[in-house]
């Protein structure tokens, strides 16, 4: 697994496993969103495996659309959510969409049965369209209620690449960043995306993508741009 990190007012701080950057206690029932881009889908399931590890049940679901998996629950039924658990600690949940590899989201209605039956709600919350970053419109992001933690995922991947290549929604990152749509991503850029998402989700920022010693240097100082944030990295 990549190592984690914590960067507060310049300081770092390593941590072991999600548990432990994020304060988790796996005795507690959570749900857990994850919004942005660059990487969401990757965290989710390294979250779901440390609360397999403990003998948790996870159940990863979304708001939005994700890849359909070739097992899983895909429809809003209760009762084959629970017979699935019964043989799998973890499953994926969601309404397959016609004539496609995708799920949709659920209803807010079965998602809030779906928290009574295991005892972590993984949830896609945001669409990304696989670019490392994103600025959500009016609609998004689709954060469900009673949602304890929500992380704000980027990717660092996008630095030095234009605006209109590398961030999903581009017209209305150029209104947040006061740049041009050919303009290059930096690192002020970086954090400004993160700190939007944060302000607007109450969401704890978390970098990704983050694999080469210039990497983790474009890290740090984007991290020492925010109050807060987590550093994700395979350096």
Not at 69 to 92: A, H, S, T, W, Y
């Amino acid at each position: 697994m990549a190592a984690l990190y914590t960067v507060q007012g310049g300081k770092i701080q390593t941590y072991r496993s999600y548990f432990e950057a994020f304060r988790l206690n796996v005795v507690d029932n959570i749900q857990i969103a994850a919004i942005g881009s660059g990487g969401k889908s990757t965290i989710l399931s390294e979250i779901a495996k440390e609360y397999i590890k403990a003998n948790r049940t996870v159940i990863s679901t979304t708001t939005t659309h994700i890849w359909k998996p070739d097992r899983g629950v895909f429809e809003e039924d209760i009762q084959k959510v629970k017979e699935f658990l019964k043989k799998n600690p973890f499953v994926i949940v969601g309404n397959h969409l016609d004539n496609t590899e995708k799920l949709s989201g659920i209803s807010l209605e079965f998602l809030a049965q779906l928290k009574k039956t295991a005892n972590c709600i993984l949830v896609e919350a945001d669409g990304s369209r696989q670019l490392p970053l994103k600025v959500p419109n009016e609609r998004e992001p689709v954060i469900p209620p009673n949602t304890e933690l929500i992380l704000a995922v980027a990717g660092i991947s996008a630095l030095g690449k234009p605006i209109c290549e590398v961030v999903h929604r581009p017209e209305l990152a150029v209104t947040v960043l006061h740049k041009s749509i050919t303009d290059t991503v930096d690192i002020v850029d970086i954090a400004l995306l993160l700190n939007y998402q944060k302000n607007r989700s109450r969401a704890i920022p978390v970098l990704n993508q983050v694999d080469t010693e210039t990497d983790w240097e474009a890290a740090y100082k984007i991290a020492k741009l925010l109050p807060y944030c987590v550093i994700r990295s395979h350096f």
